[in-house]
């Protein structure tokens, strides 16, 4: 794990966009297409302002988030929402989206059906990830009913939370999955939050699932 710190979010907001942009050209220059999941929430959104105006080839580019609430995907708390308006704009629009959201489909059903897609395009160039200060990322949260087979080595690429502190269910990349990316980012902002991950170091994947994750991930904190 590589820790950086910024004096203040705005430098992380552009250099984060900046190395982001980095390796998925860095990628597409040795192959056809690259996947990349990103979390939802309100950190990542500044990220994806300044990263849908790069100019990249986008349309060799699959976008998914790293997880989704069980909501429609234009509802205010839907990922999709924010990606589509903050991500898919501008030069990004050209990307190509895979909501994880199907309205006909339970979640588990839906997670078996958009399992077989995300299979198809990883490994994940770039993950950019979140952190709670429970030390949940993606909708891995500590304490929930078959996280354990959610960090498992073999766990389909989706699974399905439902975490007791959450109003609906969730649908969530694996851990193994997220793990796999080849540039992997975590942005968190605050002390409360760095306090957090380094708690999360001497404890569990179990206890803190954002420790499932860390193995070569580039952390990136700004107070």
Same mark, same amino acid.
């Given at each position: ?100 959201? !199907? ?5 588990? =059903?839906? #997670?078996?059906?958009?399992? +077989?897609?995300?299979? @198809? %395009?990883?490994?994940? *160039? ?72 380094? !708690? ?5 994947? =179990?206890? #803190?699932?954002?420790?499932? +994750?860390?193995?070569? @991930? %580039?952390?990136?904190? *700004?107070?």
């Amino acid at each position: 794990m590589e820790f950086k710190d910024y004096a203040d979010r705005e430098l992380l907001v552009l250099a984060v966009a900046d190395r982001i942009a980095s390796d998925l050209r860095q990628h597409l220059d040795h192959n056809e297409r690259a996947a990349i999941a990103l979390a939802g929430g309100t950190t990542p959104g500044p990220i994806f302002d300044d990263l849908c105006a790069v100019d990249l080839d986008w349309d060799r580019v699959n976008v998914m988030a790293t997880d989704e609430r069980w909501v429609p995907t234009d509802h205010d708390r839907s990922n999709a929402k924010l990606i589509r308006e903050r991500l898919l704009v501008e030069m990004a629009s050209k990307a190509k989206f895979e909501p994880f959201y !199907r309205e006909s489909l339970e979640p588990e =059903a839906a #997670a078996k059906a958009v399992s +077989v897609v995300v299979d @198809a %395009t990883c490994p994940l *160039a770039v993950v950019l990830l979140g952190m709670g200060e429970d030390m949940h990322t993606a909708s891995l949260f500590p304490g929930t009913d078959g996280l354990q087979d959610a960090l498992s080595a073999d766990a389909p690429a989706l699974v399905v939370q439902r975490p007791q502190s959450q109003p609906e269910p969730r649908i969530s990349l694996s851990a193994q999955l997220l793990n796999g990316a080849i540039n992997k980012h975590l942005v968190i902002f605050g002390e409360s939050k760095r306090i957090a991950l380094e !708690r999360a170091l001497g404890l569990s994947a =179990a206890e #803190a699932p954002i420790k499932a +994750v860390l193995t070569e @991930a %580039t952390v990136h904190w *700004a107070p």
